[in-house]
């Protein structure tokens, strides 16, 4: 058993350099595209692959999250939409590790506050843990096979080795930035390698060796996970007088109620809406929105606390409690159309960028949860907390493949016609996905938007003919390349 263990520590620590070698290969100065997708899939397979004694194919949201994984990797081969480039970057990992832990422990409680601690002591204490072992297992698997002493000793020192290599090429970088004299003499060295970059080999080392330890020790923490400490992770539920509850949902109600009545006065007045003295039309659509989507969060974090840890033992109590957690839902629901109204108004002077369109796209989101907590309150078989978490991840990945380029240009393109105003800067700066209609606006009659217009057209054009990489292969990308090809010549 101790030989097979040691086996597969080996096989872990190959396979995990092998991975760190690939992520070096593709993201390394090049461009996200369907490489993305191969790493994220021969990630999961060498997750499912380790711990393949110790799973089932069963129903399981830890399964479920597959999907949404898939669909965000297979984004950057779809769109090159620079804000869920980023995004997706970090969350596919995230969600990665999610999926990981419930398909190897699908009886975990994934809607309680006790699990984002799991996660983060999975991804990082467990990580380092994770590490430590798998060498440690693998030289014992060694020691075992090979019984005399000068065995052990070399398999101890290539351990020690593959560990050093990332930790001496970090010490090499800061010694050489420190100390002027260290630097001469290491450049001194380094001549002997003519063909070397020094400089550009340590950030591939460090890169390499990242990826490589934080793998191997993720896969091998779930070998050494215990369950006892499982169980002392589950935080235990703290119910509060619901009488409590009760006064602050009032007195809540109270503001907001106050809050809508001065809105009626001039939000709902349709055309002949008429705004509070010294408040100018552009004022009025600058101001508000963002704070009223921190508030309509606020509420959802206080009806969810509610929900959770009032007590359940006064029937009559839960009635009003319900009511009043209904009548905040009301209350959060026109605050969710006002910062929609307000957005909307500020779009139509000043435009549409990404932070409005996904603010947009964030309060539909909010829209939906309120239908859901509002059903959960009336019905407390529904679970509230699992049915939001669902829904946002399902949310997020659809909001992936929306085209959120191809909207804001055709809106602001749009607006140019109907008013003449254009911020053609911004309008180039949007991804691949709308490089078809500002190629319709190349010649437009304003010379100074001409020239801008042209001037990122050119940029782009520029930019996909330095990265040809067949990692780096997106359909976006792509057919803007036929495009520039067949129907754009520099001006």
């Known amino acids: 058993m101790e030989q097979k263990n040691s086996l597969n520590a080996l096989y872990c620590i190959i396979i995990s350099l092998t991975l760190g070698i690939i992520f070096d290969k593709f993201f390394f100065n090049g461009n996200l595209g369907v490489s993305y997708f191969i790493f994220i899939a021969l990630c999961i397979t060498f997750f499912l692959w380790s711990a393949k004694s ?36 970090l969350a596919v990992p995230a969600l990665m590790i999610i999926s990981s832990v419930l398909i190897y422990n699908p009886k975990i409680k994934w809607d309680k506050i006790s699990f984002v601690f799991y996660l983060v002591k999975k991804g990082i204490v467990d990580v380092l843990e994770g590490i430590g072992s798998a060498f440690n297992t693998a030289g014992k698997g060694f020691r075992r096979i090979e019984k005399k002493e000068e065995s052990r000793t070399r398999n101890q020192i290539i351990i020690g080795l593959v560990i050093s290599i990332p930790i001496i090429a970090i010490v ?16 001194n060295i380094t001549r002997i390698f003519d063909n070397i970059d020094l400089s550009n080999v340590v950030p591939h080392i460090i890169m390499i ?14 070998k050494i996970e215990r369950k006892q400490q499982e169980d002392k992770e589950e935080l235990e539920a703290v119910n509060l007088e619901t009488l409590v509850f009760i006064t602050v949902l009032t007195v809540m109600n109270v503001l907001y109620l106050i809050f809508t009545l001065i809105q009626f006065s001039y939000l709902y007045g349709g055309e002949g809406m008429v705004l509070p003295s010294n408040f100018t039309y552009a004022e009025y659509a600058r101001r508000g929105f963002f704070e009223l989507v921190a508030v ?33 839902i ?16 500020y779009e139509s ?65 749009e607006r140019y016609y109907s008013t003449g105003k254009l911020d053609a800067q911004y309008l ?27 001037e990122g057209l050119k940029y782009k054009k520029e930019e996909l003919a330095r990265h040809k990489n067949l990692g780096e292969f997106n359909f976006s990308r792509r057919k803007v390349q036929k495009l520039f090809e067949n129907n754009y010549t520099d001006k």
């Open 428 to 454: 180039t700066s949007l991804s691949y996905e709308a490089v078809p209609l500002i190629l319709d606006m190349k010649n437009i009659k304003d010379i100074s938007m001409q020239n801008t217009i042209n």
């Open 209 to 222: 060796g990242i990826v490589t330890f934080y793998l191997l020790g993720y896969v091998w923490s779930f």
């Open 296 to 328: 309509t969060i606020i509420n959802f974090v206080i009806i969810l606390g509610c929900l959770k840890y009032a007590k359940k033992e006064n029937e009559v109590l839960l009635k009003i409690l319900d009511v009043l957690l209904s009548v905040l």
């Open 349 to 413: 002077s000043f435009g549409y960028t990404y932070q409005r369109v996904f603010v947009h796209l964030f309060m539909i989101l909010l829209f939906i949860l309120c239908i859901i907590t509002f059903a959960g309150i009336w019905n407390r078989k529904i679970p509230v907390m699992k049915s939001i978490i669902i829904t946002t991840v399902i949310a997020y990945t659809i909001a992936n493949y929306l085209n959120i380029d191809v909207f804001i240009a055709k809106k602001n393109i």
């Open 172 to 187: 090499i970088m800061l010694l050489s930035s420190a100390d002027m004299i260290f630097n001469y003499y290491l450049n």
């Open 54 to 89: 110790e799973i089932k194919l069963e129903k399981n949201i830890g399964w479920f999250l597959m999907i949404p994984i898939a669909l965000l990797a297979l984004s950057y081969t779809v769109y090159t939409n620079p804000v869920f480039m980023v995004l997706n970057f």
């Open 330 to 345: 009301l209350f959060t629901v026109n605050m969710l159309y006002s910062a929609n109204f307000k957005l909307s108004l």
